[in-house]
């Protein structure tokens, strides 16, 4: 199902992925153009659109939360697609079985084919798998976007989507809400680590690459539907505060955040889901308000200019921060051109005044009609109507949840070394490491947001049911004996070890958590002084200490890098930290990550803008091959407030 390439006026700067400030010239971006009309299948959709009740095209268009609604009602009010948000899980059981995952979604799936309606019509359930398959207990876990971004491997991509696509099918679910397209601009973001890079061409390419993995041919056994998310703009907000204001041209807004949905759709993406940003023109000064209620990007542009003809669905209540709306009310949002509504928990109320706003004529009928017409293509698409979504020979198959391997060269790939002095690594076998910092032994650092838990936090190692922290992957290589571990490095004779390994982390967060607000300094060891104590217990002994930091955005840590021999930038690398193992230890892999995000040299630099002062430029990244001198870096005073705010 694949559509012919079209040239676009619409063009990008392709800058190098792993060259340092390499640029090459602007050139256009091939896109998909809109496919020819099945003509067959949309007479038979107009037919069965034609036999509906309003009643039964609102239920369509309604998205509830499973929590929040049970089968039964998913056949009375006619509901054509459900959700599991983060933390949802059958009887509410964190370690909820594959077959209880399976089950549920059958219930959910079989009630929707036992309506009265003249043409009963499958159900689409959608999931947050944004690294993997994340809500589910014993899912291999891939890092997260920032350090896919460092890989710069869209055919790693790809996989990972092929992947990811299989532990989806074998819950029974059939719609995964990723990839996030966007191209983070502020470090003060705390979505950043769902952002593959700062560069559009490479966000571009990635968005094709994972669609391409999640979605296959659309109708075998291991696709599930992606979801282009957040249109548009979701990573340029001023100050970086999540669900804020991005401030940019239009020009800017399409070409800058604008890129991965030309990648998206060039791999003929079925479902785009909207930002719970605004957009603010520079250019004019016209305040165009939230994308949930912006029909000029919604209907005009993505669904008229770049041809898209799947469903556009709302965010988590996001029809709520259009001025006038609430959760449970919003024709705005309806005439701008969503199609499929997230109200999770208020969808009964959202059903009764959406039917009253088509019967006194605030929302046009035919507009009910195309979003209902657009959701049937996409169902048609993925032969729902032929074969269920559990016919597959995946559901319930343990084995499809196994990504280790896959997810161990992910990792490899995606750490960055940012320093390596004093002969400090790679470790050698048969010498006498000690292991510091609390994160070295936490699967919830070592994972971050959306893991098990919406926000990734009340997780314990045993929650996940399969991985390894970092800790039991140097014992693995180096033998148990020669490991010993402290959370503190306190009270330890570190001259008694040839090497001492400390794993700096944050704890996990996911949006709006996650943000660090102007004018606070964004410095690792501020917002961690744990981290900062127990490096300086270890270091300037005489014994090369090698610091991991597991991070959700480029952090500055010079205070730390400056107390570290060698230092390895992480990010949030997934269950399998046996891949960190493979480059630390032995050296027969070697580093070949390269930042896909400049790296700052102060606490008040937040990103790539005039001013900002870069430590390592987007495209920096050592190798044993290539061991480039880094010596003391800068310390400039971190002042108790940040002075300018970002633009």
Same mark, same amino acid.
């Given at each position: ?64 939360? !499973? ?59 959608? /999931? ?44 029974? +679910? ?9 191209? $983070? ?26 669609? %391409? ?30 669900? $804020? ?40 000064? !016209? ?67 959406? =039917? ?10 035919? %507009? ?5 017409? @657009?959701?049937?293509? +996409? ?28 997810? %161990?060269?992910? !990792? ?56 390894? /922290? =970092?800790?039991?992957?140097? @014992?693995?290589? =180096? ?27 944050? /704890? ?13 300094? !964004?410095?690792?060891? =501020? ?25 959700? @955005? ?23 930290? %046996? ?13 070949? $990550? ?42 400039? +005073? ?7 705010? $970002?633009?």
């Amino acid at each position: 199902m694949m559509r012919p390439a079209l040239k676009l006026s619409l063009s990008l700067l392709l800058l190098a992925g792993c060259a340092p400030g390499a640029i090459t010239a602007p050139a256009p971006v091939a896109v998909a153009a809109p496919a020819a009309a099945d003509a067959a299948m949309e007479r038979r959709i107009a037919e069965i659109v034609a036999g509906m009740t309003l009643e039964q095209k609102v239920g369509q268009i309604t998205q509830p939360d !499973v929590r929040y609604i049970t089968p039964d009602e998913v056949r009375r009010y006619y509901i054509g697609t459900v959700l599991n948000g983060g933390g949802a899980w059958p009887d509410n059981d964190k370690r909820s079985t594959l077959a209880d995952w399976a089950a549920w979604a059958d219930s959910y799936a079989d009630a929707a084919m036992a309506t009265d309606m003249p043409v009963r019509i499958p159900l689409l359930w959608g /999931t947050d798998a944004v690294h993997g398959h994340n809500n589910v207990s014993g899912a291999t876990l891939f890092p997260h976007n920032i350090g896919l971004g460092a890989a710069n491997d869209p055919d790693l991509i790809e996989r990972i989507g092929r992947a990811t696509a299989r532990q989806v099918r074998a819950t029974g +679910v059939n719609w995964a809400f990723a990839p996030t397209l966007a191209v $983070g601009q502020d470090r003060r973001w705390g979505r950043t680590y769902e952002s593959w890079s700062s560069d559009p061409a490479l966000v571009r390419r990635y968005g094709e690459a994972m669609v %391409r993995g999640l979605q296959g041919e659309l109708t075998g056994d291991s696709d599930v539907l992606a979801s282009a998310k957040h249109y548009l703009g979701d990573g340029g907000t001023f100050n970086g505060v999540d669900q $804020g204001q991005t401030r940019a041209t239009r020009e800017e807004l399409l070409e800058t955040h604008g890129a991965g949905y030309l990648g998206a759709l060039a791999a003929d993406v079925q479902t785009v889901m909207v930002s719970y940003s605004s957009w603010y023109d520079a250019a004019s000064g !016209v305040d165009h308000g939230k994308m949930h209620g912006n029909r000029e990007l919604i209907t005009g542009h993505l669904k008229g200019e770049l041809g898209f003809d799947g469903l556009v669905v709302s965010d988590w209540n996001g029809i709520e921060q259009v001025p006038g709306c609430a959760k449970d009310h919003c024709a705005q949002a309806v005439n701008a051109g969503i199609d499929v509504f997230m109200v999770p928990e208020d969808w009964r109320a959202f059903i009764a005044n959406t =039917l009253a706003d088509v019967r006194e004529g605030r929302i046009p009928e035919a %507009r009910i009609d195309d979003a209902v017409t @657009r959701i049937l293509r +996409v169902k048609m698409r993925m032969g729902l109507f032929d074969r269920p979504t559990s016919d597959s020979p995946l559901t319930g198959r343990v084995e499809a949840l196994d990504a280790a391997e896959l997810a %161990r060269e992910a !990792v490899r790939k995606s750490v960055v070394l940012l320093k390596n002095e004093n002969d400090a690594l790679p470790l050698t076998r048969g010498r006498r490491v000690l292991v510091v910092g609390a994160s070295a032994d936490s699967l919830s650092n070592q994972t971050g947001g959306w893991s098990l838990t919406w926000q990734g936090t009340e997780n314990t190692n045993a929650d996940f049911a399969t991985g390894q /922290t =970092l800790l039991a992957a140097l @014992r693995e290589a =180096l033998g148990e004996a020669n490991v010993a571990f402290s959370a503190d490095g306190t009270g330890v004779d570190v001259s008694q070890y040839d090497a001492v390994v400390a794993v700096l982390g944050e /704890t996990p967060y996911a949006e709006f958590n996650g943000d660090v607000r102007f004018p606070t300094p !964004v410095q690792h060891s =501020l917002q961690n002084p744990a981290d900062l104590a127990a490096l300086q217990a270890v270091s300037g002994k005489g014994t090369p200490v090698v610091t991991v930091l597991y991070s959700g @955005r480029p952090a500055y840590a010079n205070d730390l890098i400056n107390l570290s021999d060698a230092f390895v930038a992480a990010f949030l690398p997934g269950t399998e930290a %046996r891949g960190l193992a493979d480059v630390l230890v032995g050296g027969e892999h070697d580093f070949s $990550g390269r930042l896909s995000f400049a790296w700052p040299g102060s606490a008040c630099s937040t990103g790539e803008r005039p001013g900002d002062r870069v430590q390592f430029p987007r495209g920096y990244g050592l190798s044993y091959a290539r061991p480039v001198p880094v010596g003391a870096l800068p310390l400039p +005073v971190t002042p108790s407030t940040c002075e300018t705010s $970002g633009s």
